[in-house]
């Protein structure tokens, strides 16, 4: 009897844990369902990867890379000054953004570094070419949200920029403040000449994607990405490593090898193709994480900073003036300028400021 029912114990709690583990691959599978290149990456077993110099971390290796290390700046402290003429900021938009979002932007961020700042548009529109001249790309991509829509984009801005002879490549998606000092300081923690790859991944785990091969066959492949909606930047050494697959039309072909976004395509060609890897980095922020959670205190210290809809409800930096909620509701960002840039002449006019 005491046996019989120990088996029907233990044969209880294999159908409890088969029906939580199907459950937990069901979310995965309808994270991913949006892509069909895309694979959940969390049922792989993590390697540990053993602690590396700072030159390994950067120079290559990374193809084999499956966790993700946090490698602080630290190790890369170099010497010499970078300026911010040293960067090339590529802001990607759309038409139907220019008015609600760009115009924030240029009002906030970019005024502070409007001869760093390009914006990669698809449709031509008068005013944004009056305010940014040159620095107004219109790239005549499709205005979809497609994933070639977005890798043409791309490519557009990885081009302009290799043309620039810039130092960093640094791109950014136009819900997105940029605080140009915090990137200074963080960029001037590395070395152009060494392969670095800054952002924050959006998931906490690798991909993995279906790269399509002659044939019909197809192979996976597993890599880190840097969201986009969060920012990444780019060293040059591995900008110019990355050609092959994504200058011109190149990334276009590169991103129909694996059917995903541009953010995801720039992780596939630098840690399937070239051997580089992702450095994470916390001070990079997009919608998809609760900026609530982001210490006012530290706000200064933050690269970027985001806004948009997190768990059904509005998600913006949590800050107390000048502007209030009302004068200042969907993002927050003309507040947070005014703690950055307080000597804005706007912010001076703010009442109680």
């Known amino acids: 009897m005491g046996r019989r029912l120990i088996h029907g114990l233990s044969g209880a709690a294999i159908f409890l844990v088969s029906v939580a583990l199907l459950s937990v691959r069901h979310r995965g599978a309808q994270e991913t369902a949006q892509y069909p290149g895309l694979r959940e990456g969390m049922w792989e077993k993590p390697e540990r990867r053993s602690k590396v110099s700072p030159e390994d971390a950067t120079g290559g290796g990374g193809r084999g890379q499956k966790d993700l290390q946090v490698h602080p700046p630290e190790g890369y402290r170099t010497e010499g000054s970078l300026t911010l003429g040293d960067i090339f900021i590529a802001v990607k938009t759309t038409k139907r953004f220019h008015q609600s979002r760009m115009e924030l932007l240029l009002d906030t961020w970019i005024s502070q570094a409007r001869e760093q700042t390009y914006v990669f548009t698809d449709e031509e529109d008068d005013a944004l070419k009056r305010t940014m001249g040159d620095h107004a790309v219109f790239t005549n991509c499709s205005a979809e949200h497609s994933h070639l829509a977005l890798s043409c984009k791309m490519a557009a801005e990885f081009d302009a920029f290799l043309a620039s002879g810039r130092s960093w490549f640094c791109h950014l998606d136009d819900d997105n403040y940029l605080n140009p000092r915090a990137l200074l300081k963080l960029l001037s923690s590395y070395s152009a000449t060494w392969d670095v790859y800054l952002g924050k991944p959006s998931l906490n785990r690798p991909i993995w994607a279906s790269e399509t091969l002659p044939n019909n066959r197809t192979k996976s492949v597993r890599f880190w990405f840097a969201t986009g909606g969060a920012g990444f930047c780019i060293s040059r050494k591995l900008a110019s490593k990355m050609v092959p697959w994504a200058s011109g039309r190149n990334f276009l072909s590169t991103s129909e090898l694996i059917r ?75 507040s947070l300028h005014c703690h950055l840039y307080p000597n804005t002449s706007w912010c001076l006019q703010a009442v109680g400021w």
Request: glycine share 6%; proline share 9%.
């Open 260 to 334: 995903l976004p541009d953010d995801c395509t720039i992780g596939y060609i630098i840690e399937c193709k070239v051997g580089g890897r992702l450095l994470p980095n916390a001070l990079f922020h997009s919608h998809l994480e609760n900026l609530q959670l982001v210490p006012p205190s530290r706000l200064t210290q933050q690269v970027t900073l985001s806004y948009g809809v997190f768990e059904n409800k509005l998600n913006v930096i949590e800050l107390s003036g000048p502007f209030s909620p009302q004068e200042d509701p969907s993002s927050r960002f003309r």
